[in-house]
């Protein structure tokens, strides 16, 4: 039995059954690692010490039989978290420059609660510079290749998280998402992918790159998995007053439900040009399969999803321009010295950080400048209340909609490095859903063929406020429909 083939459920049995150890387990993540990922270049820092201690710790105390269902759910599963996350005396650097040497202080809510309930921290994960972009090359350390295909990016920004489940480097990973960074990459790495609703999940302890959009959310390489992810880390944290206080289900209670009846809308516009046929193809078949199952589809029109691009990249790059004002090298982080403090800030700034950043830096800078606030800010603003609302209307007409992630598969490194706007159009279909609040997950859903290489594609489920179990649901009833969605590549 390979231990890196098992999901959670079956990590969770081996363990109860004393099949294996968590010390065995961690030690076939980290031979793997070793042999795999100077390939795929999925993580930034492997805790190689500690997580053996950790492992060699639980093993000598032995399976908690009355805890492990209860305070200690994922006892002894190992994870991976983009490099967003700050974890108490691990690097933590955004894959910038500026926080290179960087140690966390302390903990964010997410990967605590995890750890109190008994995963263990393989290591972090690469990811586009404080998380701004969809391929991951925006890294200031590595490139991350994605393991359907090396020469393909692997999405971002949470690239390094989804590659290392798809490539079998961890069972279940932390990504966030401002705007498909979740989804986007899970999609063309072939894994699940679940941004929660706003509020859902604690911020606590995540850098911020969009406050307003921000969210957390597990990688896993199925919708169950996510969903013993979501029972843990989801709730109320007096830390972030932006976090939910609505009761947590147990969302894995859902995947078992059945569809019959269920209304799902299709957007439309989410079906509309610069769609590639093969994507459409296996998402049509994907409609085909839910449609069999007793699901009922109908076609709705959510008008200003066309505005969405524009909506996100202002709002998201005005918020941006404000968060990164922090890493000003007084503080902590990178510091070109200077006898003048504006020549120090500005060679610090220059110097550490990377393009992306400083475009989306200027741009939000502007927007929110005196003569062009209410031209760009307020009125981007006001077109995200309308959306919403729109989004809300459709929802007194159907349950939950269904549309693709990525508008292709995954493309080749450096195809669009150089065209800001054909990187940002590959998030068309993901970040209306931000600026909403909605939850959304990718739900891989088959292949196509390119260049001789088969890569991965997904269909989004999108739903209501808090209404993470309708996600679970369709999910959970579609990779039953169709078990071979779910598989990993051969490396
Ligand atoms: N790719 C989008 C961007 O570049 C989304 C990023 C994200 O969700 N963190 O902004």
Redesign the pocket.
Known sequence: MELTNLNITELKKGYKENKFTPLDVVEAYLTRIKEIDNRVNSYLYVDEKGVLEIAKKMTGHGYPEAAAEKSQPLWGIPFSAKDLYLTRGLPTTAASKILENFVAPYESTVTKRLIDAGAILLGKTNL?EF????STESSAFKITHNPWDLDRVPG??SGGSAASVAAGLAPFSLG??????IR?PASLCGVFGFKPTYGRVSRYGIMA?ASSLDQAGPISSNARDSAAVLNVIAGRDARDATSSSKEVPDYTQFLGLDIKGLKIGLVKEFFAEGLDENVKKRIEEAIGLLEKAGAEFQEISIPKAKYGLSIYYIL?MAEVSSNLARYDGVRYGFCKRDANLIEQYKKTRGQALGAEAKRRIMLGSYVLSAGYKDAYYNLAQKARTALRAEFEKVFSKVDILLGPVSPTPAFKIGEKMNDPVQM?LS?IYT?PINPAGLPAASVPCGFVERDGSKLPVSFQLIAPHFREDLIFQVAGNYEKLNPDSISKPNL
């Open positions: 586009d998380a701004m972009g969809s971002g920004s966030t998402d401002t705007g498909g960074s986007q790159m998201m940002y998030d970040v």
